[in-house]
T-cell receptor
Framework: GAVVSQHPSWVICKSGTSVKIECRSL??????MFWYRQFPKKSLMLMAT?????????EQGVEKDKFLINHASLTLSTLTVTSAHPEDSSFYIC??????????????FGPGTRLTVL | AQKITQTQPGMFVQEKEAVTLDCTYD???????LFWYKQPSSGEMIFLIY??????QNATEGRYSLNFQKARKSANLVISASQLGDSAMYFC???????????FGRGTSLIVHP
């Protein structure tokens, strides 16, 4: 199956700093990637849809200036949490949709990044 | 709008027994797909099984089968011969023909005990 990686797998940072999380599709091209946020024992909340070569589409209530998304290539999308605060601490998961052959609209998920802001 | 409902916050099953995790959905789009994902404590979302709205037969993948009842709008996951490693959160999700972005249910926590 298709593989999606995320880096880092966990990060601890001080309040006020920015953190970049990378999402890579390793063996397929992904024109579209998705960023989710998950609180403990809760479901995944879609934050934004990342489109290669264009601006991301953010879900209602998600601050685009706070969560910067860049999808510079067909295999890489990055999420930057700017001026992070303790309330941004969460589990962030990305997923990627295959360009071709994905008639099932199947998404392949990365392993997630656990962010802790002190 | 599309909606996924998982009414079981937690389920317990004995090892080697079968368990059914409930999922109901709602959409006005005639074309849709239903997914089940497993999320162990490590956090990774693992794809288990898929059912398309036009598929005539229920999907099966090894020990996983999807009990698709279109008229009732339900897509329950059946895990046969449970194993200790099946203990995890299980999420039902749906995407529609009009939007491939999936909607996730709240999840069900499954605990398999010896």
């Amino acid at each position: 199956g298709a593989v999606v990686s995320q880096h880092p797998s966990w990060v601890i940072c001080k309040s006020g700093t920015s953190v970049k999380i990378e999402c890579r599709s390793l063996d397929f091209q992904a024109t579209t990637m998705f960023w989710y946020r998950q609180f403990p024992k809760k479901s995944l909340m879609l934050m934004a849809t990342s489109n290669e070569g264009s601006k991301a589409t953010y879900e209602q209530g998600v601050e685009k200036d706070k969560f910067l998304i860049n999808h510079a290539s067909l295999t890489l999308s990055t999420l930057t949490v700017t001026s992070a605060h303790p309330e941004d601490s969460s589990f962030y998961i990305c997923s990627a949709r295959q360009v071709a052959g994905g008639t099932r609209n199947e998404q392949f998920f990365g392993p997630g990044t656990r962010l802790t802001v002190l | 709008a599309q909606k996924i409902t998982q009414t079981q916050p937690g389920m317990f099953v004995q090892e080697k027994e079968a368990v059914t995790l409930d999922c109901t959905y709602d959409t006005s789009d005639p074309s849709y797909g239903l997914f089940w994902y497993k999320q162990p404590s490590s956090g990774e979302m693992i794809f288990l099984i898929y059912q398309g709205s036009y598929d005539q037969q229920n999907a099966t993948e090894g020990r996983y089968s999807l009990n698709f009842q279109k008229a009732r709008k339900s897509a329950n996951l059946v895990i046969s011969a449970s194993q200790l490693g099946d203990s995890a959160m299980y999420f039902c999700a749906m995407s529609t023909g009009g939007s491939y972005i999936p909607t996730f249910g709240r999840g069900t926590s499954l605990i398999v005990h010896p």
